[in-house]
């Protein structure tokens, strides 16, 4: 990819009436009357005086969203060095009391706060007052169960009401939040839930998904056996089955009309624990804080994504991704949220179109990898569903390729806010993304999100305008760890994140920042390309080479050789009836040496039976590039981290035969 979009008419640009109605618009006129923010020079200006004057940018959001301050902050920002950086010290609050405050108006009591729909598409909706009355009672019982501030509790829930409710009554009581999707193993469960030690783990019987039932009775007596902390263990019926002897049910917690207590915590007290990846040794366990997530998310969600009460927002997530905690701060916004159970493509590949378009979602966001699949099976969602609620699709979990674009603005709607956002589990946000306000070029992501000193750098740290250079930030965001668990002197942080430039945050993305202000981001910079001292990343290969209709997948790994030499496998996935024949090795090559660079054309073009991901579906390129360097399977790669461990077999016999 490259800025070559520039010089092009841009795909969407933001109509007057758009630009003024905006959130971010309001906000600027607001800031600049109250706290000196720019009042004229639109989101550019604005992003500029956000990072220059952190500390009054920060307040101005508080101020803006009317955070819920029980004692006074100091300043917004003390310490700035990163990590430890200081946020609002001095402060309490509770990220739960402003997550349920849309229900506190009689006038909005009774409207949705949740839409949940299944497989069958049979939808139920929970209102704010029963949220809140849901939360409360909840709340009061784990109190009664002796759950207090810091103590973790745990989830192995899928994407349904009960465990919004879950997390917004830990949140109330002080407690520690994490959670796992039930189509994770019981290995992947205990690699992160052993980490934290839960005193209570919410379960479900079972879960639906691709129309068929999945019992997890056997699994959740094996994280009952293996997590010797628990003090209770609450049973969703989801199912249909009783509760397991010795358990509590998820009715007899919820039944009181009980309105909730909020436990005040300091800023930076623990609201939950998020994972990464874990695809090379045990998963980090990320801990954000409930005021920073709380000040980060109100940002995001009703800044840059412009959602208030009149939205409905669908983002399609699981339990065990960070998308499903930011989907749930939509709440914060009072947004009603919308939550989808089950497979992504079932029963067929437009199943996500529908929920959109039965939900009356205004905001929907999906993955890259959907939108591609999408344009791939030739359907036309905007010609066959009535979307025209829908005002924003925006994608995430790997970058949205060209096509993408165009197929989004062509399949869907013409006047269509396409939102290609990139950030990570690690903050659980964005580092740049949408903005309403600002054109859409093909390719890019429109912004750095405002408060994100956003910059490109060369490996001796200067910064790169129009080159590709490492993604940094170089000042605190608030919703950056306040630690891993059990890493108790920094030293795991600090190597995740600032070893290459001590202070400064190193995220792992290679990126372009264009002359223009938008960002392209080109995949990991821990699985570069660098072929004769031009780097490049993955994801630019995978967008050319998924273009061709035979290729279902691909993957490709750069290997350093013994000798110095470099060898730079392509490996395929095929589409049904496709063969990998001369003509179709040629045709990859020419797509490469074309779209790409010469240099980067494969050395050679393996088909393999399939490409293996992460459990939150990102494909694994470091582990597959140890298993070719001859690192054995245990050692490479945390196999329960894969989302099929079988595949990496065919990567380590051909490991062998190289050798």
């Given at each position: 990819?490259?800025?070559?979009?520039?010089?092009?008419?841009?795909?969407?640009?933001?109509?007057?009436?758009?630009?003024?109605?905006?959130?971010?618009?309001?906000?600027?006129?607001?800031?600049?009357?109250?706290?000196?923010?720019?009042?004229?020079?639109?989101?550019?200006?604005?992003?500029?005086?956000?990072?220059?004057?952190?500390?009054?940018?920060?307040?101005?959001?508080?101020?803006?969203?009317?955070?819920?301050?029980?004692?006074?902050?100091?300043?917004?920002?003390?310490?700035?060095?990163?990590?430890?950086?200081?946020?609002?010290?001095?402060?309490?609050?509770?990220?739960?009391?402003?997550?349920?405050?849309?229900?506190?108006?009689?006038?909005?009591?009774?409207?949705?706060?949740?839409?949940?729909?299944?497989?069958?598409?049979?939808?139920?909706?929970?209102?704010?007052?029963?949220?809140?009355?849901?939360?409360?009672?909840?709340?009061?019982?784990?109190?009664?169960?002796?759950?207090?501030?810091?103590?973790?509790?745990?989830?192995?829930?899928?994407?349904?009401?009960?465990?919004?409710?879950?997390?917004?009554?830990?949140?109330?009581?002080?407690?520690?939040?994490?959670?796992?999707?039930?189509?994770?193993?019981?290995?992947?469960?205990?690699?992160?839930?052993?980490?934290?030690?839960?005193?209570?783990?919410?379960?479900?019987?079972?879960?639906?998904?691709?129309?068929?039932?999945?019992?997890?009775?056997?699994?959740?007596?094996?994280?009952?056996?293996?997590?010797?902390?628990?003090?209770?263990?609450?049973?969703?019926?989801?199912?249909?089955?009783?509760?397991?002897?010795?358990?509590?049910?998820?009715?007899?917690?919820?039944?009181?009309?009980?309105?909730?207590?909020?436990?005040?915590?300091?800023?930076?007290?623990?609201?939950?624990?998020?994972?990464?990846?874990?695809?090379?040794?045990?998963?980090?366990?990320?801990?954000?804080?409930?005021?920073?997530?709380?000040?980060?998310?109100?940002?995001?969600?009703?800044?840059?994504?412009?959602?208030?009460p009149a939205d409905r927002f669908f983002w399609y997530t699981s339990t065990g991704w960070m998308m499903w905690n930011f989907l749930v701060s939509g709440l914060l916004t009072g947004t009603t949220v919308v939550l989808y159970d089950g497979s992504p493509g079932y029963p067929d590949v437009s199943a996500q179109w529908r929920v959109a378009e039965q939900t009356g979602a205004t905001l929907y966001g999906t993955s890259a990898a959907y939108v591609m699949a999408c344009?791939?099976?030739?359907?036309?969602?905007?010609?066959?569903?009535?979307?025209?609620?829908?005002?924003?699709?925006?994608?995430?979990?790997?970058?949205?390729?060209?096509?993408?674009?165009?197929?989004?603005?062509?399949?869907?709607?013409?006047?269509?806010?396409?939102?290609?956002?990139?950030?990570?589990?690690?903050?659980?946000?964005?580092?740049?993304?949408?903005?309403?306000?600002?054109?859409?070029?093909?390719?890019?992501?429109?912004?750095?999100?405002?408060?994100?000193?956003?910059?490109?750098?060369?490996?001796?740290?200067?910064?790169?305008?129009?080159?590709?250079?490492?993604?940094?930030?170089?000042?605190?965001?608030?919703?950056?760890?306040?630690?891993?668990?059990?890493?108790?002197?920094?030293?795991?942080?600090?190597?995740?994140?600032?070893?290459?430039?001590?202070?400064?945050?190193?995220?792992g993305d290679w990126i372009t920042l264009t002359d223009h202000g938008s960002v392209i981001i080109h995949g990991r910079s821990d699985s570069t390309l660098n072929r004769q001292g031009v780097r490049m990343g993955s994801a630019d290969i995978y967008e050319a080479v998924e273009r061709l209709p035979e290729i279902r997948e691909s993957l490709v790994i750069g290997l350093e050789e013994p000798d110095g030499g470099y060898w730079m496998p392509l490996f395929v996935h095929?589409?049904?009836?496709?063969?990998?024949?001369?003509?179709?090795?040629?045709?990859?090559?020419?797509?490469?040496?074309?779209?790409?660079?010469?240099?980067?054309?494969?050395?050679?073009?393996?088909?393999?039976?399939?490409?293996?991901?992460?459990?939150?579906?990102?494909?694994?390129?470091?582990?597959?590039?140890?298993?070719?360097?001859?690192?054995?399977?245990?050692?490479?790669?945390?196999?329960?981290?894969?989302?099929?461990?079988?595949?990496?077999?065919?990567?380590?016999?051909?490991?062998?035969?190289?050798?």
């Amino acid at each position: 990819m490259t800025s070559a979009a520039a010089n092009e008419a841009p795909l969407w640009q933001p109509d007057p009436e758009r630009i003024a109605a905006a959130a971010v618009t309001r906000f600027q006129s607001w800031a600049a009357e109250r706290y000196g923010a720019p009042a004229e020079g639109g989101y550019p200006a604005l992003h500029r005086w956000s990072v220059d004057e952190l500390d009054t940018f920060w307040r101005a959001v508080a101020d803006w969203f009317d955070v819920r301050f029980s004692t006074p902050y100091e300043t917004a920002i003390g310490d700035r060095t990163m990590p430890g950086a200081q946020w609002f010290p001095g402060a309490t609050l509770n990220y739960a009391e402003h997550a349920l405050r849309a229900g506190e108006d009689p006038l909005h009591a009774g409207a949705p706060a949740l839409l949940h729909v299944d497989e069958t598409h049979a939808q139920s909706a929970v209102s704010w007052s029963e949220l809140r009355r849901q939360v409360g009672s909840l709340a009061a019982e784990l109190r009664a169960l002796g759950v207090r501030p810091g103590d973790r509790v745990s989830g192995y829930l899928p994407n349904i009401p009960q465990s919004v409710v879950a997390l917004l009554a830990t949140a109330a009581v002080g407690g520690v939040w994490t959670s796992c999707a039930p189509d994770f193993g019981a290995r992947s469960v205990l690699d992160r839930f052993q980490q934290v030690e839960p005193v209570v783990l919410f379960t479900v019987d079972g879960y639906r998904y691709g129309g068929k039932e999945h019992d997890r009775t056997e699994t959740v007596a094996e994280l009952r056996r293996e997590l010797p902390t628990l003090r209770a263990v609450v049973h969703i019926p989801l199912l249909g089955t009783p509760a397991p002897e010795g358990t509590l049910a998820w009715s007899a917690l919820t039944s009181t009309d009980t309105e909730p207590v909020f436990e005040q915590v300091p800023f930076d007290h623990p609201l939950w624990v998020l994972y990464s990846s874990g695809t090379t040794g045990l998963p980090k366990a990320i801990v954000q804080s409930q005021g920073g997530i709380l000040l980060e998310h109100f940002k995001q969600l009703g800044l840059h994504c412009d959602l208030g009460p009149a939205d409905r927002f669908f983002w399609y997530t699981s339990t065990g991704w960070m998308m499903w905690n930011f989907l749930v701060s939509g709440l914060l916004t009072g947004t009603t949220v919308v939550l989808y159970d089950g497979s992504p493509g079932y029963p067929d590949v437009s199943a996500q179109w529908r929920v959109a378009e039965q939900t009356g979602a205004t905001l929907y966001g999906t993955s890259a990898a959907y939108v591609m699949a999408c344009r791939k099976a030739g359907i036309h969602p905007g010609r066959d569903l009535d979307l025209s609620r829908i005002q924003c699709v925006a994608t995430t979990g790997s970058p949205l390729p060209p096509d993408g674009f165009r197929w989004l603005h062509d399949e869907v709607a013409e006047d269509l806010w396409i939102a290609s956002v990139s950030g990570g589990t690690d903050v659980c946000s964005c580092f740049a993304g949408a903005v309403p306000t600002l054109p859409v070029h093909i390719g890019e992501l429109q912004a750095p999100c405002l408060g994100t000193d956003l910059q490109s750098w060369d490996p001796a740290g200067k910064p790169l305008i129009g080159e590709v250079g490492e993604l940094v930030v170089t000042n605190p965001l608030p919703s950056m760890p306040i630690h891993f668990w059990n890493d108790p002197d920094g030293s795991r942080y600090r190597d995740s994140y600032f070893e290459m430039y001590p202070g400064v945050w190193r995220h792992g993305d290679w990126i372009t920042l264009t002359d223009h202000g938008s960002v392209i981001i080109h995949g990991r910079s821990d699985s570069t390309l660098n072929r004769q001292g031009v780097r490049m990343g993955s994801a630019d290969i995978y967008e050319a080479v998924e273009r061709l209709p035979e290729i279902r997948e691909s993957l490709v790994i750069g290997l350093e050789e013994p000798d110095g030499g470099y060898w730079m496998p392509l490996f395929v996935h095929l589409a049904d009836g496709a063969a990998l024949d001369d003509g179709l090795r040629d045709r990859i090559k020419r797509t490469i040496r074309e779209n790409l660079s010469p240099r980067h054309v494969p050395d050679e073009i393996i088909e393999v039976p399939g490409i293996p991901h992460t459990l939150t579906g990102k494909r694994i390129e470091v582990p597959v590039k140890r298993l070719l360097q001859g690192t054995a399977l245990a050692k490479a790669v945390n196999p329960g981290s894969i989302d099929n461990l079988e595949l990496l077999h065919f990567y380590e016999d051909l490991a062998r035969t190289r050798r």
